[in-house]
């Protein structure tokens, strides 16, 4: 029987997990659109990449969103550590641009425990940290005709302290502000991949 993905999703509360892949920053404004209140995301300064607020309202209302810009990714930790602590914003986004010790990882999960927040760090490909509750990886996938107003993922949990790992084609439809896990695509005896 496959995992189910929502005994993993929304994330669990009080920790920080990370996120990588193309899909990524989808992946965290579902995450936002689960929740309510501010959602403060940590972006590195120097990148010539923006977030626009604006993009993410298929989601959520941009008007939840605060934007920290941090100069370093040494800034960037600390703002992100001192949110997590705080408590006062629910959900705390940052991208990750250097791989995290375990130290700053711990910290990280420390400050989460102690302000009830959640954290998520958008992460290179192939990067993460040894104290992270969870790691997923968010690609794009083809949506299919009658998905045309959608979002459409393949979720993999790569990555999981107190579950298990699994993998999940999802779609977030736009005008429902739903997510949905698709079902894969039965297979017949005797067709080719039932049989490979």
């Known amino acids: 029987m496959p995992a189910n993905l929502f005994d993993s999703f929304p994330l669990r509360p009080a920790r920080v997990h990370e996120v990588c892949g193309p899909g990524a920053s989808s992946f965290a404004a579902i995450l936002a659109a689960q929740g309510a209140g501010p959602v403060l995301w940590v972006r590195p300064g120097w990148s010539a990449e923006m977030l626009t607020p604006q993009g993410l309202s ?3 209302d941009p008007s939840r969103l605060l934007i920290a810009e941090a100069p370093s990714p040494t800034d960037a930790l600390a703002v992100t550590e001192e949110a997590l602590r705080d408590g006062a914003v629910p959900l705390v986004v940052t991208e990750i641009t ?10 990280l999960q420390l400050a989460a425990k102690s302000g009830g927040s959640t954290g998520l760090c958008l992460i290179p490909e192939g990067m993460g940290s040894n104290a992270a509750e969870t790691r997923w990886r968010a690609a794009p996938r083809l949506a299919s005709e009658e998905e045309a107003d959608s979002t459409a993922l393949r979720w993999e949990i790569i990555k999981n302290k107190s579950g298990t790992l699994g993998t999940w084609d999802v779609l977030w439809t736009d005008t429902a502000h739903r997510l949905h896990v698709v079902s894969p695509v039965a297979e017949r005896p005797g067709s080719a991949r039932a049989s490979g």
């Open 58 to 60: 298929p989601f959520f």
């Open 98 to 107: 250097k791989p995290l010790d375990l130290r700053q990882g711990r910290r």
